[in-house]
């Protein structure tokens, strides 16, 4: 058994007492994180058990915190230190500029199909929610709720849970079928499978949208005025909010139409950002900021919940080594007209396509060796 977790989210209803009531407490919880940040980045004390016994009575006392609470905020700036560590390496003092308050389940919060109990500086309320969606996860037996962070955006309060439930992992022998995915920009995803069918998901509009935002990001930079430094900013959460649906979208279809037990076969694409030399300079915003790793992510947990899995192989000569007599060559491949023209035994294709068909074949060595493929055979 293998564990799922995805993010629930829900739109709470308070009316004009509520809100002031939430927003007092979110803004108290967000000065005391702030607070103990300081603390932190001056003793680099990272342990819970000698913060509280130096900051505890503070936080009580002088923010007016309840005990819960007070372990809360240590438990927020104790996560947001290590992760600056793990993934910068240096001690950097993070700022909590947003009100927030993250909810220990079943201490600070609890919810039930009618309503959504929270601890505020004031006492618990009741508060009643959009349910649409959330129902299905009020079986106890299998999902499991974790710490929820409740936000403030634009006036509307959203509660973000992280739910957690056991999905059987696809085991080898259980495999029926393989797709291999080659990703790119003028093709979203181009794919092969096991019934020697392909298909294409097309990027063009997506490119020219992309465009668009980057041509109007870069207007907007020039004019150094306080408004467009705000328009910025909406366009970009525009931007990623907008690029993320693409990708669900892209995700869903390609899960949904394979069977369960499916092995897609995606190009280790890690260093992709870190490669702009191999890049015409007038390419590189497009190639560099193209959502491949949050389509991964995506395809991957949709994938665990139909029971199919993921390989990421190394994307060496996919699109150079002819699928039929295995001649691998630079030149077998057009980049302009996207067209793959083998050198050798003169087979033609779309460029993309081959990609995926190396990918495919990559996939079935997998199943036959239980061992990833460091790159696709060569001749």
Same mark, same amino acid.
């Given at each position: 058994?293998?564990?799922?977790?995805?993010?629930?989210?829900?739109?709470?209803?308070?009316?004009?007492?509520?809100?002031?009531?939430? +927003?007092?407490?979110? $803004?108290?919880?967000?000065?005391? /994180? #702030?607070? !103990?940040?300081?603390?932190?980045?001056?003793?680099?004390?990272?342990?819970?058990?000698?913060?509280?016994?130096?900051?505890?009575?503070?936080?009580?006392?002088?923010?007016?915190?309840?005990?819960?609470?007070?372990?809360?905020?240590?438990?927020?700036?104790?996560?947001?230190?290590?992760?600056?560590?793990?993934?910068?390496?240096?001690?950097?003092?993070?700022?909590?500029?947003?009100?927030?308050?993250?909810?220990?389940?079943?201490?600070?919060?609890?919810?039930?199909?009618?309503?959504?109990?929270?601890?505020?500086?004031?006492?618990?309320?009741?508060?009643?929610?959009?349910?649409?969606?959330?129902?299905?996860?009020?079986?106890?037996?299998?999902?499991?709720?974790?710490?929820?962070?409740?936000?403030?955006?634009?006036?509307?309060?959203?509660?973000?849970?992280?739910?957690?439930? +056991?999905?059987?992992? $696809?085991?080898?022998?259980?495999? /029926? #079928?393989? !797709?291999?995915?080659?990703?790119?920009?003028?093709?979203?995803?181009?794919?092969?499978?096991?019934?020697?069918?392909?298909?294409?998901?097309?990027?063009?509009?997506?490119?020219?949208?992309?465009?668009?935002?980057?041509?109007?990001?870069?207007?907007?930079?020039?004019?150094?005025?306080?408004?467009?430094?705000?328009?910025?900013?909406?366009?970009?959460?525009?931007?990623?909010?907008?690029?993320?649906?693409?990708?669900?979208?892209?995700?869903?279809?390609?899960?949904?139409?394979?069977?369960?037990?499916?092995?897609?076969?995606?190009?280790?694409?890690?260093?992709?950002?870190?490669?702009?030399?191999?890049?015409?300079?007038?390419?590189?915003?497009?190639?560099?900021?193209?959502?491949?790793?949050?389509?991964?992510?995506?395809?991957?947990?949709?994938?665990?919940?139909?029971?199919?899995?993921?390989?990421?192989?190394?994307?060496?000569?996919?699109?150079?080594?002819?699928?039929?007599?295995?001649?691998?060559?630079?030149?077998?491949?057009?980049?302009?007209?996207?067209?793959?023209?083998?050198?050798?035994?003169?087979?033609?294709?779309?460029?993309?396509?081959?990609?995926?068909?190396?990918?495919?074949?990559?996939?079935?060595?997998?199943?036959?060796?239980?061992?990833?493929?460091?790159?696709?055979?060569?001749?």
């Amino acid at each position: 058994m293998a564990q799922m977790s995805i993010m629930a989210k829900i739109q709470v209803v308070a009316s004009d007492e509520d809100k002031t009531l939430l +927003d007092e407490t979110m $803004s108290v919880y967000r000065e005391a /994180c #702030n607070y !103990v940040s300081d603390y932190v980045f001056r003793t680099h004390d990272l342990k819970q058990f000698s913060l509280n016994k130096a900051l505890y009575p503070t936080l009580r006392a002088e923010f007016g915190l309840k005990s819960q609470m007070t372990q809360s905020v240590f438990k927020t700036v104790i996560a947001r230190y290590k992760t600056i560590l793990e993934n910068q390496k240096e001690w950097i003092k993070p700022s909590f500029k947003k009100p927030q308050y993250d909810l220990v389940w079943n201490r600070d919060y609890s919810l039930t199909q009618d309503h959504f109990s929270i601890n505020t500086l004031g006492g618990r309320v009741k508060l009643p929610y959009f349910a649409e969606g959330m129902s299905q996860y009020f079986d106890r037996s299998i999902y499991r709720f974790g710490t929820a962070k409740l936000v403030n955006k634009h006036g509307k309060y959203f509660l973000y849970i992280p739910v957690t439930y +056991d999905v059987e992992e $696809s085991d080898l022998s259980d495999i /029926c #079928n393989v !797709v291999g995915i080659d990703r790119g920009i003028n093709f979203v995803a181009a794919t092969y499978d096991s019934k020697h069918k392909s298909g294409f998901v097309r990027g063009r509009s997506i490119k020219q949208k992309r465009a668009h935002y980057s041509a109007l990001r870069k207007e907007l930079q020039m004019r150094h005025t306080p408004s467009s430094r705000r328009r910025l900013k909406r366009i970009g959460q525009r931007e990623n909010r907008w690029m993320q649906d693409v990708n669900h979208c892209v995700s869903k279809a390609l899960v949904v139409n394979n069977p369960a037990h499916t092995l897609f076969v995606l190009e280790d694409l890690s260093g992709i950002r870190h490669a702009p030399e191999r890049v015409k300079t007038k390419h590189r915003y497009v190639s560099a900021s193209w959502a491949f790793y949050d389509l991964e992510q995506k395809l991957i947990y949709k994938a665990k919940q139909n029971q199919s899995s993921v390989i990421k192989v190394d994307p060496r000569y996919t699109s150079q080594c002819c699928p039929v007599c295995g001649h691998t060559e630079k030149a077998n491949r057009n980049k302009k007209i996207h067209l793959f023209t083998c050198k050798n035994c003169g087979y033609k294709s779309n460029d993309d396509r081959i990609g995926a068909m190396n990918l495919y074949r990559m996939g079935i060595n997998y199943l036959y060796d239980s061992q990833v493929p460091d790159t696709v055979a060569a001749e």
